[in-house]
């Protein structure tokens, strides 16, 4: 493996982290914090205690615990410079942030119209009547998405760094020439200068230049989005009678293109007809032209390895009618010939399957606008409050600071959805207390990876991966929420379990009782975040909203919220609140009187009055608006207004001084409105920074599923799975299983659920009764758990860094933390109660009133799995740490491991004992599966409760003796 813009992003990690971990060891002189001169509230001096380790508590702390360097907590800049390490994005400074900064903004303005009005780019402004430019299409909307991943992709991620195998070998092209023909040599000459001029092309070992190459990419990129918006009408007519009809590339470029009036003056035609491809289809070469962006974007951002694989499908496409049909066992894999313009028009031009297919619908429609509102949630300060907030409920607590950072992760984990950022924001200040604590650097990273990975499978947010079950499975987002819920609990007990035991067993402490402040305390200070969370909950779960539409309310809640902060102190409360007030009762009275607002009423656009209700209704709906027009009104006016309760992230102070200091006026930065300003730009900068990625991913994995299907490869490959598994529903899971580990090592989630939904789906759904929610949520766990599996863990391998642990023994600690996280998927694909979903394959649904009151059903189908999955998480714990009352020896540990299968899934163990005695030929039905599984759990649950009481006499014998002993 090698650098990621050459040979794999999974490449030199471990030497990567290490240098990054020992360059920064160095620069740690003292204690700085993500927040550093900004009260923090779980400690009640208002700042964090991260003073070095005095000499009593390096005596006291067990082997290896952490020493003064490394109980140091890294920094806000730290942080986001290991994160651009491990994801190798540029630091750009000057006149390019500026440009990259406008243009992740547009994205995101982009994105939020189409949340706010939909595909109609028109609007009524007042006194000047309609404007804009008309309706798109889905596929403009599409391709345009794209166009602006691109341009953030070539911008944000450097062609090569020039320290990746295949770059090293070149390097040493011109060494060995001037050692062999001499320095003065013409050849050796020619290639020094050859490299100087590659060099200055593409390559940006600093990470802060653009390219002359990203330049073209950027121009190239733009110019796919153009002709798809503006010349669409000829896209229609392509789509049926094939790209080779279209207008040439000489054409296009010349007397029939949007550059007809300049060949007036410059004679395009002539230039680009000198081009070897200028008789093609521009429409072709555009597409051939997307198609490699896209790939090449994918190397850049996702690695080589996903960009190999995604090549590999579009050369399947074309050449895999070489195979022979007749060949044993490949031979279904033979699909009919295909002409490469054929392919790139199901590829490019075409929102069913493709590039623009429905993995990117789904990133226009669901996925970026959830990313920003988690941009916007962090930017507003709520990452650190959760944080706090975490605390502040478990900090006393024995392993306190573990529990902290579970809890913590998963607060973030409705925020993030990413492994990784997760993994560095919320562990670059809960590793550093878990090794003063005492638990050791590996163990202390783990945790901190294994609980950050799970945010992906948390609801309400979740990863994007579950947005895309939206459309590939046709259910509510609300019924995915409900059905990943007892899982994801179960997975952060689990963990939660496993720290508390390692804690008793290493005898670790919590939080002394005065440095943490007490939860209603802390919540007086900021309840306000958790206000766009419960509303998320109540527009999807409640009112049954669209998820656009959903997310769309709750961001512009967010941005309500934190102006309405900005705005309020003691002073200005009354005539605040007076003001909004006010308003909304002007609005109502506007509504029920004209039928239309205020400012529609004033401008002439009455068309009648409404029914009381419909008019507060109305009004209602406009509270977002009111709130932010006149906070910001008080902003303005009373400017050196004071804002007790605004603690936004640091990087919008960051940015709020930049902007003051770029104009020259530094004092504005400490204006409210100033930081107002600054939060919302950074926010919708964070998301489309954030999103860039996701969008490349889903545009990359989407080719994917189009080769499937365009080839008819489909039903070929579900026959082949089908016959390999042979029958078995437990090889068919485990197939599952590997196959998402190792695709998922050092790629995006996202991906892995993509290509084997697309691989392994219909398999799944034809060879079992399993439903398919259930069959999607164990494919997505798998891809999670690919996180935090060595060799390539890349979430373990960020918390090392922060740790300054071993990476690796870091990952195998944090995939036995995960471990629950492995069993549980086949617990609930194997009994879809643990989802809370009645019924089997494609009548499965989510459990109503209804089900709850059919106890016959209920209790042995629900109840009696969840209760033994908790149970049996315990019993994994115990056999993970090794310690529970006391020491659990190697036999004892294998028992518990064997009743945490029972309990957790016996379905599991029962299926695989009837694979095998049904292939031998013996007894193959054991009765009524209902009945054999709580049989099962209950045999687990007796041999669970009998090891549990012999550890606990074992432990009180040696206590006892111990007593005895130390009384003599």
Request: charged share 15%; proline share 5%; glycine share 10%.
């Amino acid at each position: 493996m090698t650098d990621s813009h050459d040979d794999g992003r999974s490449a030199d990690r471990h030497d990567d982290r290490e240098c990054a971990s020992d360059c920064r060891s160095d620069e740690r002189s003292d204690a700085s914090t993500p927040d550093a001169g900004t009260e923090r509230s779980y400690l009640t001096d208002g700042g964090r205690d991260t003073d070095d380790t005095n000499a009593e508590d390096v005596d006291a702390a067990p082997a290896g615990a952490a020493t003064d360097e490394v109980d140091e907590e890294m920094s806000e800049e730290e942080a986001q410079e290991l994160i651009e390490e491990i994801e190798r994005k540029r630091s750009f400074a000057g006149p390019a942030a500026i440009l990259v900064s406008a243009i992740a903004i547009a994205f995101s303005l982009f994105q939020v119209w189409l949340a706010a009005r939909g595909f109609e780019f028109q609007a009524e402004l007042p006194f000047v009547g309609e404007v804009g430019f008309g309706a798109l299409q889905l596929l403009q909307v599409n391709a345009v998405h794209v166009a602006f991943g691109l341009v953030l992709a070539f911008l944000l991620f450097p062609p090569t760094t020039g320290d990746g195998a295949i770059a090293r070998r070149l390097a040493a092209v011109v060494p060995a020439l001037g050692d062999r023909l001499g320095d003065d040599n013409p050849v050796t000459r020619a290639a020094v200068g050859a490299r100087r001029v590659v060099r200055w092309l593409a390559v940006d070992p600093e990470r802060e230049r653009v390219t002359p190459i990203d330049a073209v990419f950027v121009v190239c990129a733009a110019a796919t989005a153009a002709y798809m918006v503006f010349e669409f009408d000829e896209i229609q007519q392509l789509r049926v009678l094939g790209l080779e009809a279209g207008r040439s590339v000489a054409q296009y470029l010349g007397p029939q293109g949007p550059f007809a009036a300049a060949t007036n003056v410059i004679p395009l035609g002539e230039i680009v007809g000198v081009l070897p491809f200028s008789d093609v289809a521009y429409a072709y070469v555009l597409g051939v032209v997307g198609v490699l962006l896209v790939l090449e974007a994918t190397r850049r951002s996702l690695g080589v390895y996903l960009m190999l694989i995604v090549a590999s499908f579009i050369v399947y496409a074309r050449y895999g009618y070489l195979i022979p049909g007749s060949a044993p066992l490949v031979g279904v894999l033979s699909i009919p010939e295909g002409s490469w313009a054929n392919i790139v028009q199901n590829l490019w031009y075409n929102t069913e399957n493709g590039v623009f297919g429905i993995p990117v619908t789904v990133s226009v429609q669901f996925i970026y606008i959830f990313i920003l509102f988690g941009a916007f949630l962090e930017m507003s300060g709520a990452g650190q409050w959760f944080i706090d907030l975490a605390y502040a409920a478990t900090g006393t607590r024995r392993g306190g600071p573990a529990k902290a950072s579970i809890l913590a992760s998963g607060f973030m984990g409705t925020i993030s959805g990413s492994s990784i950022a997760n993994t560095v924001t919320t562990g670059a200040f809960t590793i550093p207390l878990m090794k003063k604590s005492g638990y050791r650097p590996e163990f202390a990273g783990g945790v901190e990876a294994s609980a950050s990975s799970g945010g992906q499978i948390l609801p309400p947010v979740m990863g994007a991966a579950a947005f895309l079950m939206i459309e590939f499975i046709g259910v509510p987002f609300s019924d995915i929420i409900i059905a990943a819920t007892i899982p994801a609990v179960v997975f952060f007990f689990g963990v939660w379990v496993m720290v508390h035991l390692e804690a008793v067993r290493a005898d670790i402490g919590g939080l002394d009782a005065s440095d943490v402040v007490a939860v209603p305390k802390h919540l007086r200070k900021g309840w306000f975040y958790l206000v766009p969370i419960l509303l998320l909950l109540y527009f999807l779960l409640v009112e049954r909203l669209t998820v656009a539409r959903s997310a769309w309310y709750t961001l512009v809640a967010i941005m309500a919220l934190i102006a309405g902060v900005a705005a309020y102190n003691r002073r200005t409360r009354v005539p605040l609140v007076g003001s909004i007030a006010a308003l909304l009762l002007a609005q109502f009275v506007s509504f029920l009187l004209t039928g239309v607002g205020v400012v529609d009423a004033a401008t002439g656009g009455a068309e009648g009055g409404m029914a009381p209700a419909a008019a507060a209704s109305a009004a209602a709906g406009d509270l977002g608006t009111v709130v932010v027009l006149v906070s910001l009104a008080f902003l303005v006016v009373r400017r050196q207004t004071e804002s007790p309760l605004m603690d936004l992230d640091p990087a919008v102070d960051e940015t709020s001084e930049r902007l003051s200091g770029a104009v020259g006026l530094p004092r504005l930065a400490d204006l409210s409105a100033t930081r107002y300003a600054a939060f919302l730009g950074k926010s919708l900068d964070s998301g489309a920074r954030t999103a860039t990625e996701v969008v490349i991913a889903v545009a990359a994995a989407g080719i994917i599923p189009g080769v499937v299907s365009a080839t008819g490869l489909g039903p070929n490959l579900t026959a082949l799975i089908k016959a390999v598994a042979a029958g078995s529903i437990v090889l068919l899971l485990l197939f599952t299983a590997i196959a998402s580990i190792i695709l998922g090592m050092g790629m995006p989630t996202t991906v892995t659920y993509i290509i084997l939904v697309s691989l392994l789906g219909p398999a799944i759904a034809q060879s079992s009764d399993i439903p398919l929610l259930a069959a999607h949520l164990f494919i997505l766990y798998f891809g999670v758990i690919a996180d935090i599996t060595p060799p390539v863990a890349v979430a373990a391998y960020a918390a090392s860094g922060i740790a300054r642990s071993d990476p690796f023994k870091t990952g195998i600690e944090a995939f036995s933390l995960s471990l629950n996280k492995a069993i549980v998927p086949f617990a609930f694909a194997l009994t879809p109660g643990i989802l809370l979903l009645r019924g089997r394959g494609a009548d499965a649904r989510v459990i109503t009133f209804a089900d709850v009151a059919d106890v016959g059903w209920f209790v042995p189908e629900v109840v009696i799995p969840v209760a033994g999955v908790f149970v049996g998480v315990v019993g994994l714990g115990v056999t993970v740490i090794g310690h529970l009352y006391g020491p659990a020896d190697r036999s004892d540990r294998a028992l518990f491991a064997a009743s945490a299968f029972l309990l957790m899934a016996p379905m599991l163990v029962l299926n695989a004992f009837t694979d095998l005695t049904g292939a031998v030929g013996l007894l193959e039905n054991f009765g009524d599966p209902v009945v054999v599984d709580v049989a099962m759990r209950f045999v687990g649950g007796a041999l669970f409760g009998a090891l549990v009481l012999q550890n606990r006499r074992s432990a009180d014998e040696e206590a006892e003796a111990t007593a005895v002993s130390a009384s003599d």
